[in-house]
């Protein structure tokens, strides 16, 4: 039968299979054309073709045009005078020195985790993560493992930048003044959530070796009076006091349910009373069944981590509630956000 002419209901086939065997190739295409950086070069100009790339970069041509094509294909270049382009989707987030760049993440995900990913039934089997070893380093966040002390903070900033936008669009902040930002990383939530709520101050904590670079990026980016930053390890040290707002995002899916419940309790006692939580996080759904986002990120903290794993907002209320914290609320996000799907805010009575 011809395809074009067939007018009844699609037959079940097995479609749907093929995009889910070869996904990884999809993820090729994007880490490869930024190991190019060929949204930076091709931004500002009237565009590339084939044979000016496999000039420009010493490859063949064939490379070139297939590359080119399978990135016109998954809508990250256009085609315009017989010139590849970018689009607005690669202008906005592929080249380097945009706000919200997130390229920074592509890199690190194919760097650390596609290899990591290989071994995944591996990782099934044994319960145990691939990107590190826990028999000689205590967790992932290791100042000793150059991945994770380079690349990680410039990788997570890329992706929570545009994820911090759409959450100071989507919380009514009118409430705090005075943001802690636990696991804060470079400042990029206190960074979008001060830009967009101009009356609040902030505080990141981290790990000394990740806070050292934060307060460079904060004083490079101008943001030094508002925004400053504690180094501490949130499992030995007491939480500073003195907020009126806790902000968790992507932290407590990094650790067991125990030790995600010690942090929430952490934060209580930090917390004076009406202080709030917040967490943001790809939650999953309470049945268990998706959104694909939070669980397919759910198994890279198997292939991550030595206990952590996403759960949903039912999950994190129970905790919440065992931490002592009352009048939850859950958030959608008004905007579609890389690396978390809505927030669940809770008070200290
Ligand atoms: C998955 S990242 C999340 C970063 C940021 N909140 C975001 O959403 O992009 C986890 C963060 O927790 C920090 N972290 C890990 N263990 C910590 C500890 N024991 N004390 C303080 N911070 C820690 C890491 O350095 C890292 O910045």
Redesign the pocket.
Known sequence: MNNTSYTGVQPLTPAPLMAMADGFRVAKVLATALEFDLFTKVSGTGGITPAELAGKEGIAERPARLLLTACASLGLLGKRDGRYVNTELSEEFLVRGKRYFFGDLVTFTDRREYDAWGRLGEAVRTNRPTTWDPETEE?L?DPQDEEMAELF?KA?HS??VFTARAMALSIDFGAYRRLL?V???LG??CGELCAHHPHLKATV???PF?TDKAERRLAEAGLGDRIDAIG????ADDLPTGYDAILM???LH?WSEEQGAQLLRKCHTALGSGGAVII?EAFLDDEGTGPVAGAVAGLNMLVETAEGANRSRAEYEAMLSAAGFTDIRRVGFALDAP?ANGALIAHKP
């Open positions: 967790t966040f903070p997570a992706g929570a930002d696991g804060g990383g990029s939530f904590y981290d790990l990740v501490g390890d949130f499992f995002t992507n932290i990094d943001g690396l």
